[in-house]
């Protein structure tokens, strides 16, 4: 009877974590999206309103809103995930070679960076880019408004993102590297086989499933994406790097009233988007896997 309580109490406080700090508030938040409501007063059921708003009324500044923040979304995923995946795994790929030296220092200096807030990276950032002060103006002599220009403005944003994401990713793949067996690639040498074939035949296929999951959480962590162009841009230029957590933001928690349920409605479809897509990224991975 004691061992079938045992498992309980290292999972009762984990589980009871989630009930409160996730589930229930997924659960509010799905309820407060078909709700008009403001943060203050009781939530009055509009029931699927807000949807039609969001994604029919053409002139509704909440329509406007949410399409221009997806698609801002969108762009970031497109540009950032990439670089996410290959440069850790080709970082990864070179430390595990076994004439690299000092391979656990360079793997701290790349994974300190993810260890600093998003603020104080942006501020790093910024004076780099500062074209008065930063390096680009007084080294490189670049006169480039980074933060107010495009495409400047994505680069910024795509800079800290990589530059700070590439750590965690990079610690999975050699942990998963360091499970291979060097026989396949001594035999492989045997064979001839270059570099490229042994990447493309060995290095990949062992990491599979380390690689479909960091693929994946990386996705959904960029449509999450927030700190970095609001610190860094502020959504701009001519909100061309306003995401849509911006929006959604800025609608529950901005200046004058809040619209609390048009901001759950929107984190809703964002949610949504998100499943479909991860989804889709794991069949096809695992289907290509096989």
Do not use: C
């Not at 061992?3 to 109490?9: D, E, N, R």
């Not at 999972?11 to 009930?19: D, K, Q, T």
């Not at 910024?126 to 403005?153: C, E, R």
Request: hydrophobic letters at 55%; a positive charge.
């Amino acid at each position: 009877m004691k061992k079938a309580i045992l498992p309980y109490f290292f999972v009762g406080p984990h589980l009871i974590l989630f009930i409160v700090f996730i589930l229930l508030p997924t659960i509010y938040g799905i309820y407060a999206s078909f709700t008009q409501w403001n943060l203050m007063n009781e939530p009055n059921w509009v029931g699927l309103n807000n949807y039609k708003t969001i994604l029919f009324n053409t002139e509704s500044t909440f329509h406007v809103q949410f399409w221009n923040g997806l698609k801002n979304t969108l762009l970031f995923v497109l540009f950032s995930v990439p670089l996410l995946i290959v440069i850790p795994l080709l970082a990864a790929v070179a430390l595990h070679h076994k004439r690299v030296k000092g391979k656990g220092v360079m793997q701290a200096i790349l994974y300190v960076p993810g260890l600093i807030s998003i603020s104080a990276a942006a501020l790093i950032w910024l004076l780099i880019f500062n074209k008065q002060l930063g390096i680009t103006g007084n080294i490189f002599n670049s006169a480039v408004a980074w933060a107010t220009t495009q495409p400047y403005a994505w680069i910024i944003i795509i800079v800290i993102t990589v530059w700070g994401g590439l750590g965690g990713n990079l610690i999975i793949y050699r942990a998963s590297l360091a499970g291979v067996a060097q026989d396949l690639y001594e035999a492989a040498d045997i064979d001839g086989a270059g570099p490229f074939r042994k990447f493309f035949s060995i290095t990949l296929p062992s990491i599979n499933f380390p690689l479909i999951y960091t693929f994946v959480m990386t996705t959904a962590g960029a449509f999450n994406v927030f700190g970095q162009p609001l610190m860094m841009t502020d959504g701009g230029p001519q909100q061309s790097t306003h995401v849509l957590m911006m929006y959604i933001r800025s609608l529950a928690f901005g200046h004058g009233e809040s619209i609390a349920g048009m901001a759950s409605a929107m984190a809703v479809l964002l949610g949504v988007v998100i499943l479909i897509i991860s989804a889709l990224q794991y069949y096809v991975m695992s289907r290509n896997a096989r």
